[in-house]
């Protein structure tokens, strides 16, 4: 019972230590690094353009950009509906306002078409891939120039998808317009080249150019970084949780067979004195006192594997994209298993296997 719980513990553990090595490493379709955003507390164009103007001149700042809300985030959903090779389309669809810097700014990659400009007289959007699934076109570039028919705008790019919200969530249909009034969040980027300044010294940089604008509003300037880690607050708490049960479980688990084995070589004390003066090496001995805990762990396996599969498989359902079962951490926990048994257990068989067989076999 006890290697079982151990083996669903390290297995438990593994699993959630390769998801979130999954969502580090996944891409989200647009590059948060370096990007530090808060919320505008004054919509005023004309005061906008300015601290956007002032904050580019700042050698700290490698761009600016203003949006009704930053890619990692979900707030606006409206309908829409498209007619498209005479087939009529309508569908939910994610809306964001964002200015002709949102998409360089942060690193959306083009399938199609062009950004906004300022010189567009008419309602212009983006959509992204999935917007384009919706419509079940295959090429982007076909979806070009269609009008809206709620909106009344003209599709003029098509992006590649970006995670809005967690992995928990599927990707969904999306659309940016350029409308000013919307803007609500502000995103700075910071330069790259400075990057050997300390960030307190680059927040107080911005923060200085913030005041000139506002000096009634303190900025809470949040990395995009920081902002999408806090979607995984919860699952990075129970990987410490389970490590810290894991661990604990070990160590008592280790003490339990070491009190075992050191029971059992008193048992065999004569058996092993026997098979000493028949010619037993120590080694074989040793390896004869081992494999007893061996097989326990090969059966305790047969438990484990089944039970934290299953377990697991429920814990990943949470995700709409999550990392595989794959095999080979079943594998690594049962052979990590293996070696805490073995090492607990072989000073005690060692001691056993080198006591003089004399002592052993006396009959007093």
Request: hydrophobic share 45%; aromatic share 10%.
């Amino acid at each position: 019972m006890q290697f079982t719980i151990v083996l669903i513990l390290l297995i438990s553990t593994g699993i959630v230590m390769k998801q979130l090595k999954f969502i580090k490493n996944k891409d989200l379709g647009f590059n948060p690094q370096g990007i530090i955003t808060t919320w505008l507390p004054d919509t005023n164009p004309s005061k906008l353009k300015s601290l956007q103007t002032r904050l580019r001149d700042c050698p700290d700042v490698a761009g600016v950009s203003f949006c009704s809300g930053n890619p990692s985030e979900a707030h606006n959903w409206t309908g829409v509906s498209l007619k498209l090779n005479g087939k009529q389309f309508e569908f939910d669809t994610e809306f964001k306002s964002a200015d002709t810097s949102y998409f360089s700014l942060n690193g959306f990659r083009w399938l199609a078409g062009r950004n906004f400009s300022r010189l567009d007289t008419t309602l212009n959007i983006v959509v992204n891939t999935e917007f384009m699934a919706e419509t079940g076109v295959k090429d982007p570039t076909h979806l070009l120039g269609h009008r809206t028919e709620g909106q009344n705008a003209t599709i003029i790019g098509v992006v590649k998808n970006s995670h809005s919200g967690s992995l928990h969530q599927k990707l969904r249909p999306c659309m940016f317009a350029p409308i000013a009034n919307s803007f609500r969040e502000i995103e700075i980027k910071l330069n790259p080249a400075t990057q050997n300044h300390k960030r307190s010294e680059q927040l107080a940089k911005v923060n200085s150019i913030w005041k000139e604008f506002f000096p009634d509003e303190t900025a809470e300037f949040v990395y995009l970084t920081d902002q999408i880690n806090s979607y995984y607050k919860a699952e990075k708490d129970l990987f410490r949780l389970l490590l810290l049960f894991t661990i604990i479980t070990t160590l008592l688990c280790c003490l339990g067979i070491l009190g075992l084995s050191i029971f059992i070589g008193e048992q065999r004390v004569k058996e092993i004195g026997i098979r000493k003066v028949n010619g037993a090496r120590i080694s074989q001995i040793i390896i004869l006192l081992n494999s007893l805990y061996v097989r326990w762990i090969a059966i305790a396996v047969l438990f484990a594997c089944p039970l934290a599969n299953f377990v697991m498989k429920k814990w990943l359902q949470n995700f709409a994209y999550k990392t595989e079962l794959s095999w080979w951490v079943f594998a690594l926990a049962g052979a990590v298993a293996v070696v805490v048994a073995v090492m607990t257990v072989s000073w005690q068989s060692w001691r056993a296997a080198t006591r003089n067989p004399v002592e052993s076999l006396r009959y007093e």
